[in-house]
């Protein structure tokens, strides 16, 4: 490919995620209605808030608590180590949404224990030492969030890996109620919701990260890769999680995803 042709190649390849990936499904309508019916039915529970992770499925979904005027706070997990971008798009969450958006942050002893006791990159050391800060700075924080409330809201959809793939729309398995408004949504439905209605995203999907965790956790994913292939990249494939989504274990030994 000559110079002329690569700079003609550049221009006509998608510059965002929307032009990329905003192709809905045929029954994209419908699945909007549930959604919407869905999110209904969470607020008629009353102690209920929505998890937002600042991803583009979370937005979507504050977008429409927002546009349906729907009582139903939304707290954040501030982990101490996101990108800028995603704090940037925190303060503007916080400025814009008419929901109340709260931050939870880990408790700086945890933190600090954790880093003088092992490093402040332990992580890449092994599985244990990843999980163990995971649960420091996302499981506990999770735990005070979630305190007293009868459910809570979140973006997980079934095409994000083989592990979320039973997700069901409204999970009752546990005491806490998990609504899954957007379970059945494709890619496609998630990004025509942005370009249809406007929604402030992270700018780093634009950069091809479509699962955005912390920072030292996440890299920008190539052509034909998972969608979650950027998170703990260094580690096995078999469960891409952080264990906010993994149920306890059953009695008879397995373990789920919520």
């Known amino acids: 490919m000559n110079a002329r042709a690569s700079v003609s190649a550049l221009r006509a390849a998608p510059s965002s995620a929307v032009e ?39 937005m979507v979904i504050t977008h429409i608590i927002n546009a349906l005027a729907l009582p139903i706070p939304i707290f954040v997990l501030d982990t101490g180590r996101l990108h800028t971008e995603t704090l ?42 990843r999980k163990q800060c995971c649960a420091i700075r ?4 999770l735990g005070r969030a979630l305190a007293g409330k009868a459910g809570w ?20 398995s546990e005491a806490r109620i998990k609504f899954n408004p957007l379970a059945d949504w494709t890619q496609g439905d998630v990004w025509h919701y942005v370009a249809e209605h406007g929604v402030d995203t992270n700018p780093l999907h634009d950069q091809f990260y479509p699962s955005i965790g ?45």
Do not use: F
């Open 20 to 58: 990329l990936y905003a192709k809905p499904s045929p029954d994209y309508v419908t699945k909007l209605a549930h959604a919407r019916l869905v999110l209904r039915e969470a607020a008629e529970l009353g102690a209920v808030t929505q998890a937002n992770s600042l991803g583009v499925e979370d």
């Open 214 to 258: 912390c920072a030292p956790c996440t890299r920008a994913i190539t052509l034909g890769e998972d969608i979650r292939a950027g998170r703990w990249w260094w580690e096995s494939n078999d469960l891409k999680e952080c264990g906010l989504h993994v149920k306890a274990p059953s009695p008879a030994g397995g373990r789920g995803l919520g």
């Open 138 to 141: 996302k499981l506990e924080p």
């Open 153 to 172: 809201i979140t973006g997980l959809r079934r095409e994000q890996s083989g592990a979320r793939a039973d997700v069901p729309t409204v999970d009752r």
């Open 88 to 129: 940037a798009l925190l303060e503007r969450l916080q400025a814009h949404s008419r929901a109340p958006v709260q931050v939870i942050r880990p408790r700086p002893e945890m933190v600090r224990d954790y880093i003088r006791a092992h490093g402040q990159d332990a992580i890449y050391e092994s599985i244990d030492l």
